[in-house]
């Protein structure tokens, strides 16, 4: 019997000790923290932001699809509650969102199978909950460039369709100044402009056996111009690569200059021609030992040299101008057409410049 009473009594001490933890661990947590208080929601006053991610103002979709797909991207927040946001292609509603995982920020990716060739215009309106707006606008264009199977040694490749893209990377090159095409060889050609240049750096192209070849219509206005420089700063020849055009308004010439460390090799004039506005195909051929200008598909130049072209000192390579470094002598942008231009890391055939001249 005394043994049940005092089990009884172990047990209700022990419900009497938890229960007091309880109480003591409550009032620990509580301690220091102040009541909840209602705060009642401030004004809809801002209106909502909008950041385009994809595409942006000016973008080029590259695709060897006539017809491509896209994924649209962009984030849209609101300060207390977005509404909607309403996407737009080329006047045309694709969607309207009203519901949002996150009430006030929207991350939002929409695919779209149907962008066909040509300018196109994205609108997106962002609407919150008292009618509060943001709309904003990007233009893009879409163009087709069907993959291309770059020759053996060939660094790059740029077919000017209406795009500064390298067929072969599918990188775009630099522009300064302003881009312009005209209608090419084949297809579309780049136009050169007052002030204006391409450029990229020399690192892939500037080897110690160099070829390029491109068709080229020359522009007698100015009457001298720049047409592909990779040289250093300074006038110094020894090393780099100089192409350029001179003349006036009833002879042009072309020039070519080179360094080879040691010395300074000059091959000027290797074309002369009346500026009738006609095509001609350029191609030169460096190797080691000798240096070999086409013109039209034939041999006019063939000049042995002592060392292979040093590029010491020549980071960057440009198109269409001798700047920045090749504007001595009044060598600055040249206003003439290029089209299919086809660069080399090793010397070129004859056989392999007729057939750059007649394929693309």
Known sequence: MIETQNHNIMKRFKIFAAFALLLFVGYSCNKGIDPITEVKPKPDAAEPTLEIVYPVEGKIVRSDQEVATIVIKLVAEDDVELKSVTLRLDGAELITYTQFKDYRRAMIEYTYTNLTDGEHSLNVLVTDLVNNTVEKTVNFKKVTMPVYNPLAGETLYLPFE???????????????????????????????????????????????????????????????????????????????????????????????????????????????????????????????????????????????????????????????????????????????????????????????????????
């Open 162 to 360: 209406e795009t500064l893209l390298d067929g072969i990377s599918g990188e775009s090159l630099e522009m300064t100044g302003q881009t312009g095409f005209a209608e090419g060889k084949v297809g579309a050609a780049y136009a050169g402009a007052a002030d204006s240049y391409i450029s990229m750096p020399s690192s892939r192209i500037a080897t110690p056996e160099f070829s390029v070849a491109f068709w080229y219509k020359p522009n007698p206005v100015p009457e001298r111009g720049g047409m592909i420089a990779i040289s250093p700063t300074g006038d110094n020849r020894k090393v780099g690569f100089r192409l350029f055009r001179e003349g006036n308004a009833t002879e042009q010439k072309i020039g070519l200059n080179i360094g080879i460390g040691s010395d300074e090799v000059w091959i000027n004039p290797f074309a002369v021609f009346a500026p009738e506005g006609q095509w001609i195909h350029v191609a030169i051929s460096i190797s080691t030992s000798s240096v070999t200008v086409f013109v039209n598909g034939e041999v006019v130049k063939d000049v042995p040299v002592a060392n292979p072209i040093d590029w010491t000192g020549c980071p960057g390579m440009t198109i269409g101008s001798g700047a920045p470094n090749f504007t001595y002598w009044e060598h600055f942008s040249d206003l003439s057409l290029y089209d299919e231009m086809h660069f080399f890391s090793r010397p070129i055939t004859a056989a392999e410049v007729l057939s750059l001249m007649g394929t693309k």
